[in-house]
């Protein structure tokens, strides 16, 4: 059990519970997107990425108690970052993800899958599309609960560039999880290989991380 990290606890004053592994009823081996799904080939924004990304929305959803929101954040998570064509800023990968959403076959089955239906496409797409925007959206959006749930999951993988400024995260939830969103990237980026195992290995790490 690793209770501390560079001298902060992993759960800075927060009660230490194991959230529940999935938000959706799905194995985890189709939890988060395979390599060959991403445009892009890429370190920062591949699979690792995402699946520290949907660790730390399991635990968003757990700790802020929005279980309603989860199918939809796990599916926001799934597909943020697979229309990226490139590592550098973009404004639009977001809509271009939720573009293949509406194109392609395979990422509507697998939505189905975790019980989601074209109902929840809307606020999914909304949420995918604002996450990169370059005007940030505001809580009277429509949508704001999953934007803002998606957007510090994201935030907090912030840590792989060095750049997080938990001021801007939108949860005092999220700002707790700083240290842990540390530990987690330090013990699995570049250690545990992606493929079909990842999030399961990654998942094995953060429970480890958490007590």
Not at 36 to 59: D, K, N, P, Y
Not at 110 to 130: F, H, K, M, Q, S
Request: with cysteine.
């Amino acid at each position: 059990m690793l209770d501390y990290f560079l001298g902060e606890p992993i759960n800075e004053g927060v009660a230490v519970t194991v959230p529940r592994q999935h938000l959706v009823p799905l194995p985890a081996d189709r939890i988060v997107p395979m390599p060959e799904l991403f445009l892009h080939a890429s370190t920062l924004h591949g699979q690792a990425h995402v699946t520290r990304v949907m660790v730390h929305a399991i635990r968003l959803v757990d700790a802020t108690g929005q279980q309603e929101h989860g199918a939809r954040l796990w599916a926001a998570v799934f597909l943020h970052d697979i229309a990226r064509r490139h590592d550098g800023v973009c404004h639009r990968h977001g809509s271009d993800a939720a573009r293949r959403l509406r194109e392609e076959t395979l990422l509507q089955q697998r939505l189905t899958e975790a019980g989601l239906t074209a109902v929840d496409y809307p606020a999914i797409e909304a949420a995918i599309t604002a996450h990169c925007a370059p005007k940030e959206a505001t809580p009277d959006h429509e949508h704001w609960p999953l934007i803002a749930l998606l957007k510090d999951a994201d935030a907090l993988d912030r840590v792989r560039l060095g750049d997080l400024d938990p001021d801007y995260l939108r949860h005092p939830e999220a700002k707790s999880m700083l240290a842990f969103a540390q530990a987690l990237f330090d013990h699995t980026d570049g250690i545990i290989a992606t493929g079909e195992t990842h999030f399961q290995q990654v998942w094995d790490v953060s429970r480890d991380l958490i007590g």
